[in-house]
């Protein structure tokens, strides 16, 4: 039997630049540079209570770079055939999505905010909501 593609594999944590400095660091990130896609749109989760879950999703043309700005949390990431767990709780490294990849978020710590960089502008019909419709596209 042929051999599926292994889409997670192109799901990767990025490390970000890091200016050290005893008042504090600083991180940048420019697009096309630091992440592999043109900035277009930032969002950011906060305030989410203990035991929350976010994402339950796809996207058909949507990247995305996924930074723990503060605190802690997990994306699990999903590419029709199997699963991978990614811990972030650096502000420094970015988990990069590319498309068509099934992704669920959880594991929030108190006062996390959760960074989100994305290659595309707000667009309701690029998202994948349901898993069975998910599973029935990446399996293609
Ligand atoms: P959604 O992407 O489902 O949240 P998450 O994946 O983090 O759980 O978005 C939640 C709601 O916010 C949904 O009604 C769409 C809206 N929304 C926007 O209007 N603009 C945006 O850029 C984003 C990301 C969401």
Not at 59 to 83: C, E, M, P, T, W
Not at 90 to 101: A, F, K, N, V, W
């Amino acid at each position: 039997m042929k051999k599926k593609y292994n889409k997670l594999k192109e799901c990767k944590l990025i490390e970000l630049p890091k200016i050290h400095d005893a008042r504090g660091n600083l991180t940048f990130i420019e697009g096309g540079k630091h992440v592999p896609f043109e900035i277009k749109r930032v969002y950011y989760l906060y305030d989410v209570p203990g035991g929350a879950v976010r994402g339950g999703h796809a996207h058909k043309k949507l990247q995305q770079l996924i930074i723990a700005a503060s605190g802690s949390f997990d994306v699990i990431l999903d590419d029709g055939y199997s699963r991978k767990r990614f811990h972030l709780n650096r502000s420094y490294y970015g988990l990069y999505i590319p498309t068509m990849i099934w992704r669920e978020l959880d594991n929030f710590s108190t006062g996390a905010v959760c960074l989100v960089l994305a290659s595309e502008y707000y667009d309701e019909s690029d998202y994948i909501r349901d898993y069975e419709e998910f599973l029935r596209m990446a399996r293609k």
